[in-house]
């Protein structure tokens, strides 16, 4: 069966400081892979999406960037928080069509 | 751009009350219209889908209904019971571009004992 990964699961960040959220998906090969932010009290906005290693799309420009380093593995990334950059961040996969899968969530504070 | 609008923002409902949920959609090619439940600090779940070449899906309790003139599509709960108290999510897709679903802004049910 496929389980997807996503770690940390809460992290605390002054303004200023990096940031790298990982997501890694077993059990299944060539994934599609998304990265979405759950601002409180609103809905899913879609961050990035990639259809396989190198390939990333961005679908809000902002503050933040992610990485398709391996098959499975899905990175975000920031070089200098924002505190509009809290929130709720989740990662999914998909076949190529239908359901999405998401991860368990990594909440994000930044003070 | 928001393209799909869902309502109400929070609903609280008896035990063994219907719930209901409605959401509107702009783009007319969208063709997939999944419902993802989320329970508090966890990931969304798909719940239930429906593409509009039917009017109607009913899976146990939970039941979507589609208006394809309208562009409308509605989630209905029968029977609530509190374990069902979760936000719930209403997406649009087209198939051409994958999972790349957009959402509605959530509705948190609470249905009281």
């Not at chain 2, 923002?9 to 993802?36: H, M, R």
């Not at chain 2, 239930?48 to 509605?74: C, H, L």
Request: net charge neutral; charged share 15%; with cysteine.
């Amino acid at each position: 069966s496929q389980t997807i990964h996503q770690w940390p699961a809460t992290l605390v960040q002054p303004v200023g400081s990096p940031l790298s959220l990982e997501c890694t998906v077993e059990g299944t090969s060539n994934p599609n892979l998304y990265w979405y932010r759950q601002a409180a009290g609103r809905g899913l906005q879609l961050l990035f999406y990639s259809v396989g290693i190198g390939q990333i799309s961005s679908e809000v420009p902002q503050n933040l960037s992610a990485s398709r380093p391996q098959d499975r593995q899905f990175i975000l990334s920031s070089k200098k928080l924002l505190l509009s950059d809290s929130g709720f961040y989740l990662c999914a996969w998909s076949r190529d069509t239908g359901e999405l899968f998401f991860g368990e969530g990594s909440r994000l504070t930044v003070l | 751009q928001q393209q799909v609008k869902q309502s109400p923002q929070s609903l609280i409902v008896q035990k063994g009350g219907i719930s209901i949920i409605n959401c509107a959609y702009e783009n007319t090619a969208f063709d997939y219209f999944p419902w993802y439940q989320q329970f508090p600090g966890k990931g969304p779940a798909l719940l239930i889908a429906i593409r509009p070449d039917v009017s109607e899906k009913k899976e146990g309790r939970f039941t979507i209904s589609f208006n394809k003139s309208a562009k409308q599509f509605s989630l209905h709960i029968m029977d609530s019971q509190p374990g069902d108290s979760a936000t719930y999510f209403c997406a649009a897709s087209k198939e051409t571009s994958g999972s790349r679903l957009t959402f509605g802004e959530g509705t948190q049910l609470t249905v009281n004992p």
